[in-house]
């Protein structure tokens, strides 16, 4: 595993990327059971009144297959198991393999139609269990950053010690759900400036070259964004998927179809513009990052 090292590290530091996550070790982050499922059953039990069922028993399978049962026991590995044990196996559910998703997500376009997003399982790209776990780990603590920086900087916008009702009014900014995208492409983007694009090997189409490896590709970019955007809680569906063309996460942000790429460091409404969506509406990281309080000052407009 190729060791991004200090001097690396020192320069996404002083990029200003993110606020609030510390990058010691980032080569080698620990994974802790806290409340993330993905983290929570890296340990989990598959042992119940002393036999191990672990030959058809994965509890993060278990978890995500049923809505039922996250509703009933959470993350609770011990309950789940007993459930697999006394009721699962008997009623028939699965426990050694995801099972399929045929919803589709109807959104507007941000124009006059609809489109229609199969919404599916994402694949990791190869990431091994342990792999996972650690760029889950990283894209979680990048997510729960931009959201507190999201927080802090509608709140420092909003207050104000005196002036008009108007006056407060029209600083008051509200930051968007595309814009924490872009703001989550930007981050992705400082990754792989840090590493290596290659298309060979067996770690650059996953989180886990992005975060941790030190190679990527878009198909790569496109994960390491998508698990950010996991956390963000926004539905995502990988465009071009195990392809050799150009790759992103195209989203559902404020009730819209939209994109975010993490080569670029952009996000937007409407389709990506590799698609034919228009190049001028693009929100891209720069621009935005000043509503995240990392800059002090918005940028100037290019003339």
């Not at 190679?215 to 698990?227: F, M, V």
Request: aromatic letters at 10%; one cysteine or more.
């Amino acid at each position: 595993m190729k060791n991004l090292g200090m001097k690396a590290v020192s320069a996404l530091l002083s990029a200003a990327v993110f606020m609030g996550v510390s990058f010691s070790g980032v080569a080698t982050v620990d994974a802790y059971a806290v409340d993330d499922p993905y983290t929570a059953f890296s340990k989990a039990t598959t042992v119940y009144n002393g036999v191990d069922y672990k030959a058809e028993y994965n509890p993060l399978y278990y978890y995500l297959n049923y809505a039922d049962l996250r509703n009933a026991f959470g993350a609770n590995p011990d309950k789940l198991v007993e459930h697999w044990v006394i009721f699962g196996k008997k009623e028939g559910r699965v426990a050694n393999k995801l099972i399929g998703d045929s919803t589709e997500f109807v959104v507007p376009t941000g124009e006059k139609d609809v489109i229609v997003i199969p919404k599916t399982k994402h694949d990791n790209g190869g990431m091994t269990y342990d792999q996972e776990i650690q760029a889950r780990n990283i894209a979680k603590q990048i997510a729960e950053a931009i959201e507190n920086a999201a927080d802090a900087g509608n709140t420092s916008a909003s207050s104000g010690s005196s002036g008009s009702s108007k006056s407060k009014s029209s600083k008051k900014k509200t930051i968007k759900d595309v814009e924490k995208v872009a703001y989550a492409a930007g981050i992705v983007k400082a990754y792989c400036d840090l590493g290596t694009y290659t298309t060979k090997g067996k770690m650059y189409r996953t989180a886990y070259g992005v975060f941790i490896g030190g190679e990527y590709s878009c198909a790569g970019a496109t994960r390491a964004l998508g698990l950010i955007l996991d956390y963000l809680g926004i539905s995502w569906v990988h465009k071009n998927i195990n392809s050799w063309e150009d790759q992103w996460c195209q989203v559902i942000v404020d009730g819209k179809e939209g994109y975010g790429d993490g080569i670029t460091a952009t996000a937007g409404y409407g389709k990506h513009p590799n698609e034919g969506g228009d190049a001028k509406d693009v929100v891209s990281y720069s621009k935005i990052r000043y509503k995240f309080e990392v800059a002090t000052e918005k940028p100037k407009k290019e003339k």
